[in-house]
């Protein structure tokens, strides 16, 4: 499946939901939930991030839950972050709280109910068979 891109000429004010890769080099303002997320240089998030892969170049205003967090030395990350693995390379700015969770994605789980009450039930039955899909 190829990745999602939004380009930096684009800015998406809402949720983002994918069941595969989302590339970010515009600017969101809204939660993102996907499996792989790549944040440019150039790219801004504001808003909560669930997904399985996190890598950083950009800037992102919330929080993070992720299997895995990579913050690279452009990064600019402000809120908390629950993780498995953290990795924060020289240079990166990061302003909030780590913690460490066998199951970060299910520390999500408010954030999950939430969008779940402000989106269509077609797709709110598509999240909650992924959410399956991973338990199984």
């Given at each position: 499946?190829?990745?999602?891109?939004?380009?930096?000429?684009l800015?998406?004010?809402?949720?983002i939901?994918?069941?595969?890769?989302?590339?970010?080099?515009?600017d969101?303002?809204?939660?993102?939930?996907c499996?792989?997320?790549?944040i440019?240089?150039?790219?801004?998030?504001?808003?909560?991030?669930?997904?399985?892969?996190?890598?950083?170049?950009?800037?992102?205003?919330?929080?993070?839950?992720a299997?895995?967090?990579?913050?690279?030395?452009?990064?600019?990350?402000?809120?908390?972050?629950?993780?498995?693995a953290?990795?924060?390379e020289?240079?990166?700015?990061?302003?909030?709280?780590?913690?460490?969770?066998?199951?970060?994605?299910?520390?999500?789980?408010?954030?999950?109910?939430?969008?779940?009450?402000?989106?269509?039930?077609?797709v709110?039955?598509?999240?909650?068979?992924t959410?399956?899909?991973?338990?199984?």
């Amino acid at each position: 499946m190829a990745p999602s891109i939004i380009g930096e000429d684009l800015t998406i004010t809402g949720n983002i939901i994918s069941k595969g890769e989302v590339q970010v080099e515009g600017d969101v303002q809204g939660d993102v939930f996907c499996a792989s997320l790549t944040i440019g240089d150039h790219g801004r998030i504001t808003g909560s991030i669930v997904a399985e892969e996190v890598i950083v170049h950009g800037r992102i205003s919330g929080t993070i839950n992720a299997l895995t967090v990579t913050l690279e030395a452009s990064s600019h990350v402000e809120g908390d972050i629950c993780h498995q693995a953290l990795k924060l390379e020289h240079g990166g700015f990061f302003e909030g709280r780590s913690r460490r969770s066998d199951d970060p994605l299910s520390q999500a789980a408010s954030s999950v109910d939430t969008l779940r009450q402000t989106i269509t039930p077609a797709v709110s039955e598509k999240l909650r068979a992924t959410k399956i899909e991973r338990a199984a």
